[in-house]
């Protein structure tokens, strides 16, 4: 059973609308992380969390907002969207925030379309 | 900046072929360095790790040897099997930033012909 739990799977959007992704981890982790992963492009990291407070964001825009209402949720909304955003955004957790020993683990994924 | 290359973007080999995935970094200090395997309709998973520098990662006949002489983690396989086709990621968790913000490289895809 998969432990980082991604809803939808696909999601269709047209331009200018607004769209939340979310994520739920059952693996009992203090840190989540949400990273994108674009045409062409390697995975990039988004934003971290660290017991439902927001540790950075490396996204520039301020459409994307994370939401946090418990410690095994952390979702992302995206107002206004545009074509660009279309991508797959993956949610991420890990036991700690932080530290050389720490692994990431990655849920399936939203394959968000912008039209 | 901290950056992951990989040049490979696709590796074509037959069952049973060795397999050698290139992958260097670039960063201060010494990260934590990963493989991710990424399969179809998934998200990445973590194949191997390794924390300290020179030591070697291995997880399902893969191997890799971080290497801060050169700084290269080169994964490596000596028999790949049709199954084995998926994505791969080199990445690495940079000790500048905490080691919470991971850096991917752009993944070298694998197939694998029976």
């Known amino acids: 059973d998969p432990k980082i739990i991604q809803k939808p799977k696909y999601l269709v959007a047209v331009t200018g609308s607004e769209k939340i992704l979310i994520c739920e981890q059952y693996?009992?982790?203090?840190?989540m992380y949400w990273y994108r992963q674009s045409a062409k492009k390697p995975l990039e990291f988004m934003f971290s969390y660290s017991y439902q407070k927001l540790m950075d964001n490396q996204t520039a825009s301020s459409r994307f907002q994370p939401q946090s209402s418990k410690k095994n949720h952390l979702d992302l909304q995206i107002t206004a969207l545009k074509p660009d955003d279309s991508a797959t955004y993956f949610c991420?957790?890990?036991?700690?925030?932080?530290?050389?020993?720490?692994?990431?683990?990655f849920g399936a994924g939203t394959r968000l379309s912008v039209l | 900046g901290d950056s992951v290359i990989q040049m490979q973007g696709q590796v074509t080999l037959s069952e049973n072929d060795f397999l050698f995935i290139n992958c260097t970094y670039s960063?201060?200090?010494?990260?934590?360095l990963f493989w991710y395997v990424q399969y179809s309709g998934e998200g990445p998973q973590l194949l191997l790790q390794?924390?300290?520098?020179?030591n070697k990662g291995s997880s399902r006949g893969f191997e890799a040897t971080y290497d801060k002489g050169t700084t290269s983690f080169h994964l490596q396989k000596t028999s790949v099997q049709e199954i084995d086709s998926a994505v791969y990621y080199c990445a690495m968790s940079p000790v500048n930033t905490g080691n919470y913000k991971y850096v991917f490289g752009a993944g070298t895809r694998l197939k694998v012909i029976a």
């Open positions: 390794v924390t300290t520098a020179n």
């Open positions: 991420a957790s890990s036991q700690d925030w932080g530290g050389s020993q720490n692994t990431l683990y």
């Open positions: 960063t201060t200090g010494y990260p934590t």
């Open positions: 693996l009992g982790h203090n840190a």
